[in-house]
């Protein structure tokens, strides 16, 4: 399984930004996708993750309400939808993929975010 992730970018605090995790490889369905960040100095973190048919969506406390998780099948692509970004929202910004009741076994290459104050 290939992850390419991208739309990652400067914006200023408050503004949105949409992140896109391109996946080929095996079959887009069985994988439950997810998004996880790490900051500059900081271990990576778990954002979001969404189960194969869209109905399972989890979030961490810090995005939850802000960030929407998203995926179209018949594009193998996962989205993050970021809203109200915030300064602390900057990092690399990592799609990854498993099967169910696994760990994450599959990662993209990962996007920068930078948010401005």
């Known amino acids: 399984v290939q992850l390419q992730a991208s739309g990652g970018g400067l914006v200023q605090a408050g503004d949105s930004l949409r992140l896109s995790c391109a996946v080929s490889?095996?079959?887009?369905?069985?994988?439950?996708m997810g998004w996880f960040r790490q900051a500059p100095g900081k271990e990576r973190e778990f954002v979001a993750d969404?189960?194969?048919?869209?109905?399972?969506?989890n979030y961490a406390d810090s995005v939850k309400g802000r960030f929407t998780i998203s995926r179209d099948n018949a594009k193998n692509t996962v989205y993050l939808q970021m809203n109200s970004l915030k300064p602390e929202d900057t990092a690399v910004y990592y799609c990854?993929?498993?099967?169910?009741?696994?760990?994450?076994?599959?990662w993209g290459q990962g996007t920068l975010v930078t948010v401005s104050s």
């Open positions: 990854a993929a498993k099967l169910p009741l696994r760990n994450y076994s599959y």
């Open positions: 490889g095996r079959t887009f369905l069985n994988y439950v």
């Open positions: 969404i189960s194969w048919n869209g109905v399972i969506r």
